[in-house]
């Protein structure tokens, strides 16, 4: 690769910075490439690269005989999610699409890889649980999150979604029950009617699952396992702290209950504790994905599990996916090694900070939870607003797609309160636009005219 690498390529990180953070807003006009390159005192070659490499990211686009724009808001704002497309117009606080605008240079990345002696055995089938390469990469990966692992306990899966569906059926078993944080991510509950499993919901205080609860639900013997989100958890966004943790995975340990620990938002909070897994260890499983922390796409999540399970999670990965695709996980692994995850994952967030504390000060007097660097917030209804399926149906004909409390529930009663996706948007400012408008609405009473008497 030619010296200029690092530089074009920090172009191009500076250029998603700034149309993120609105300093650059769709249809906005470059410099042209002589200019930058003065402006900068790099060659003009260097600019010509930045410029074909930001538009191959779908940053911005090049005009014939005009220039080149920063391009429009449509992949991002509209895009397709497991709630089908949105409505034009619509903003998405619904789905925690990761800030796609940060994703890493996958072309760049893809040429590197066609240079690779070896690419054919990335077409061929492969050990079910990874090829030993990518196994050790998902060592060095759960290593970010303070978790030492053997690569042999390490089985890579195709997202966390797979990774759970595996977990769930070897630990739990169709028909099995599970112990769930009353409020959870709603895939949870996707999986438990596959699986038939019966859900056991338990209550959290602000500091997550809470233990004399667990205790006594231990005691009843009532599940085989526990499955739980313990740092920026979706939707509540608490961190559980490494007291709580200790006292969770001694309950685990003492009433013989796996913890099938969700990880996926871990390396976005700043100094977490280690993962209950770590306090566990012996029977634990825990979930280390990319996906919302570098990116969702490439579906790769690494399960690290006890050596007496492994076997057997490898036949459940035979069982629904025979293997994860080599190339997304050569893909992963490039990154892991290469420092490219690392960067990723110091610029989303930043960009999930500075959206928190607009959040945090548009809907300021609303009675908000968020974590510093978490992509969701969850906003508690106030009087007057009797269902969150209400305010979220409104909001839906305002131009605001939400995600009300329903969904996350797990059993248990639905809480007045919704969930927002600052990570959705393509731009701070259309996030800022939807806040706004749920903030009017807010103020409103959603029943309409007079009293008849
Ligand atoms: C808590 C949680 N777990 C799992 C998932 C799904 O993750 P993946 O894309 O790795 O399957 C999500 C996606 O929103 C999530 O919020």
């Given at each position: 690769m030619g010296s200029d690498g690092p530089r074009f390529a920090a172009i191009v990180d500076a250029l998603a910075d700034d149309i993120g953070a609105g300093r650059l807003k769709p249809g906005d006009q470059l410099p042209t490439q002589r200019e930058l390159a003065d402006r900068l005192g790099v060659s003009i070659g260097t600019v010509t690269r930045a410029y074909a490499a930001a538009e191959r990211r779908g940053l911005v686009r090049g005009e014939i005989g005009r220039g080149t724009f920063v391009a429009g808001s449509a992949a991002g704002e509209y895009g397709g999610s497991e709630i089908g497309p949105r409505a034009p117009g619509m903003i998405d606080l619904a789905v925690t699409h990761p800030l796609y605008l940060l994703d890493p240079d996958l072309s760049r990345t893809l040429e590197e890889l066609a240079q690779r002696p070896g690419l054919p055995e990335l077409l061929q089938y492969q050990p079910n649980a990874g090829m030993p390469r990518h196994r050790e990469a998902g060592a060095a990966w759960a290593s970010r999150f303070g978790f030492d692992a053997?690569?042999?306990?390490?089985?890579?899966?195709?997202?966390?979604?797979?990774?759970?569906?595996?977990?769930?059926?070897?630990?739990?078993?169709?028909?099995?029950?599970?112990?769930?944080?009353?409020?959870?991510?709603?895939g949870i509950k996707a999986l438990a009617n596959v699986l038939e499993l019966k859900l056991v919901p338990l209550p959290v205080d602000e500091d997550g699952l809470k233990p004399e609860s667990f205790e006594a639900a231990c005691r009843q013997r009532r599940a085989k396992a526990l499955l739980t989100i313990p740092t920026i958890h979706n939707p509540l966004t608490y961190t559980m702290s490494r007291e709580r943790r200790r006292e969770i995975a001694a309950i685990a340990t003492r009433y013989d209950v796996a913890i099938i620990e969700d990880a996926i938002h871990h390396l976005l909070a700043e100094d977490p504790p280690p993962p209950l897994s770590v306090f566990a260890a012996d029977n634990s499983y825990f979930v280390a994905a990319l996906s919302k922390v570098v990116t969702g796409g490439l579906r790769v999540a690494f399960l690290v599990a006890p050596s007496v399970a492994?076997?057997?999670?490898?036949?459940?990965?035979?069982?629904?996916?025979?293997?994860?695709?080599?190339?997304?996980v050569e893909i992963a692994a490039t990154w892991i090694a290469d420092g490219t995850a690392d960067e990723t994952i110091r610029r989303k967030k930043a960009e999930a900070h500075a959206r928190v504390l607009i959040a945090r000060e548009l809907l300021a007097g609303h009675r908000l939870r968020s974590d510093d660097h978490g992509h969701h917030v969850w906003l508690e209804l106030p009087e007057g607003w009797e269902s969150a399926a209400a305010f979220a149906a409104e909001a839906g004909r305002r131009g605001v797609a939400v995600a009300p409390a329903d969904a996350f529930t797990m059993g248990g009663k639905i809480p007045n309160a919704v969930r927002l996706s600052l990570s959705a948007p393509r731009d701070r400012e259309s996030m800022t636009k939807a806040l706004r408008k749920l903030e009017r609405l807010l103020s409103e009473r959603p029943c309409c005219g007079p009293p008849i008497v």
């Open positions: 053997d690569p042999e306990n390490v089985l890579v899966c195709s997202g966390t979604q797979h990774a759970l569906t595996v977990a769930l059926t070897t630990v739990v078993g169709r028909g099995g029950s599970l112990f769930v944080e009353e409020l959870s991510y709603p492994v076997d057997q999670l490898t036949q459940a990965i035979w069982a629904t996916n025979w293997m994860t695709a080599p190339l997304c």
